[in-house]
C-alpha cells in the first residue's frame, strides 16, 4: 500500500468496562470477578486493530471533553490513528460500555450509555478527505437518517458496515443493498432477513438474501461455530478449533479488520478469511477489546488453510 491508500472509519469511540465472573453466573446476586477498564467503540477498535496492522486509518468519531476522553483520543494518537477530523464534545461525558460475562469469557448482557455520534453534518465538512478513501467503514451508531443519507453522499465507493447489534442493525434493514460489504452475527443477519439461522441450509438462504439485495459481500459470524463469507464469486463456511475465550468483546470488530486489510493487500477470500478468523482469536484471549499482540508482522503470515 502506498502512503495515499488509507481507510475511513466512521462511528463511535467509548470507554469498556467488562465484568467477568470467576465461577458460572448467578442470576439476581453477587458475582465474585475480574473488572477490567480499556478503550472501545465498534469504530475505534476496527481503526486500532488496522493500525496495529500498519493500514493508514482516519477515524470520524466524537470524543467528550472529560479524563475518559482525553484519554481515549491519547491512546489512538499513541497506536498511529489520525484524529485530526474527530469532534470534541462539551456536552456529554465519555460514553461507557459495560459488558457482563460468565466465567467461560461469554458475554450475557452489555449496557452502553449515551453515545456521542458523529453527524451526517460533520461528516459531509470532511467530504473530500473520505470520498479519497480507499475504503469507508460505517458503524451502525449513527442514527438512521445519517448513515442513509452517507450512503448516497458517497454512493459508489466501497462502503463496509458493522452491524453492531440487532436493536441498531434495524437503521440498515432498507439499506443494504447500497453499501458493499456487511459483517453481523448470526442474530442480526437472522433479523435483517426475516429468516432465523438455525442450520446450514438456513444459513445458506441469509446469506443468498444479502446478495440478492444488492451486497457484494456478505460476512456472518458464527461465534464457536466460525464464518459464513460469501461474493459472487466465493462462498467459504469455516469452523476454527474450539478455544475458552477469556473475553469476547470486540472479536467481531478484530473480524472486521482482518477482512478489511486483507482485501487491502489483494488477497484471495481463503487468506482474508483466516487473517480474520486468526485476529478474532486473539481478541477472544484477550482482555482488552483489541489485542496488544496483533501487529504488522501478521502480514508476513500465510493463512489460507486457517
Known amino acids: 500500500m502506498t502512503s495515499a491508500t488509507y481507510v475511513s472509519i466512521i462511528g463511535s469511540a467509548n470507554m469498556d468496562i467488562t465484568a467477568k465472573s470467576y465461577k458460572p453466573l448467578k442470576p439476581f446476586d453477587s458475582n465474585p470477578g475480574v473488572v477490567t477498564l480499556s478503550p472501545g467503540g465498534v469504530a475505534r477498535n476496527i481503526a486500532e486493530n488496522l493500525a496495529r496492522l500498519g493500514t493508514n486509518v482516519k477515524l470520524f468519531a466524537v470524543f467528550s471533553n472529560d479524563f475518559l476522553g482525553q484519554k481515549l483520543l491519547n491512546d489512538c494518537l499513541d497506536i498511529g490513528i489520525d484524529v485530526s477530523q474527530c469532534k470534541i464534545s462539551h456536552e456529554r461525558p465519555t460514553p461507557i460500555y459495560t459488558a457482563i460475562l460468565d466465567n467461560n469469557g461469554e458475554m450475557h448482557a452489555a449496557i452502553i450509555g449515551d453515545t456521542n455520534i458523529i453527524t451526517v453534518?460533520?461528516?459531509?465538512?470532511?467530504?473530500?478527505?473520505?470520498?479519497?478513501?480507499?475504503?469507508?467503514?460505517?458503524?451502525?451508531?449513527?442514527?438512521?437518517?445519517?448513515?442513509?443519507?452517507?450512503?448516497?453522499?458517497?454512493?459508489?465507493?466501497?462502503?463496509?458496515?458493522?452491524?453492531?447489534?440487532?436493536?441498531?442493525?434495524?437503521?440498515?434493514?432498507?439499506?443494504?443493498?447500497?453499501?458493499?460489504?456487511?459483517?453481523?452475527?448470526?442474530?442480526?443477519?437472522?433479523?435483517?432477513?426475516?429468516?432465523?439461522?438455525?442450520?446450514?441450509?438456513?444459513?445458506?438462504?441469509?446469506?443468498?438474501?444479502?446478495?440478492?439485495?444488492?451486497?457484494?459481500?456478505?460476512?456472518?459470524?458464527l461465534g464457536p461455530d466460525g464464518i459464513c463469507y460469501r461474493t459472487r464469486g466465493d462462498e467459504i463456511r469455516h469452523t476454527?478449533?474450539?478455544?475458552?475465550?477469556?473475553?469476547?468483546?470486540?472479536?467481531?470488530?478484530s473480524l472486521m479488520a482482518g477482512i478489511i486489510h486483507g482485501t487491502l493487500k489483494n488477497k484471495n477470500a481463503q487468506h482474508i478469511v483466516g487473517l480474520a478468523l486468526t485476529m478474532a482469536k486473539m481478541t477472544l484471549m484477550s482482555e482488552a477489546a483489541v489485542s496488544d499482540k496483533i501487529d504488522f508482522t501478521l502480514n508476513t503470515q500465510n493463512f489460507i488453510g486457517v
Open 121 to 221: 453534518d460533520q461528516i459531509k465538512k470532511y467530504y473530500d478527505t473520505i470520498n479519497s478513501s480507499k475504503i469507508i467503514v460505517l458503524d451502525t451508531n449513527l442514527n438512521e437518517n445519517d448513515i442513509a443519507e452517507t450512503l448516497d453522499i458517497f454512493k459508489g465507493k466501497d462502503i463496509y458496515v458493522d452491524a453492531i447489534s440487532v436493536t441498531k442493525a434495524a437503521r440498515i434493514k432498507n439499506l443494504v443493498g447500497k453499501f458493499h460489504t456487511i459483517k453481523m452475527n448470526r442474530m442480526e443477519a437472522s433479523f435483517l432477513a426475516d429468516c432465523e439461522i438455525t442450520d446450514e441450509d438456513s444459513l445458506k438462504k441469509v446469506s443468498a438474501h444479502f446478495l440478492d439485495l444488492g451486497a457484494r459481500r456478505v460476512i456472518i459470524s
Open 240 to 253: 476454527p478449533k474450539a478455544i475458552t475465550p477469556i473475553n469476547s468483546t470486540g472479536a467481531g470488530d
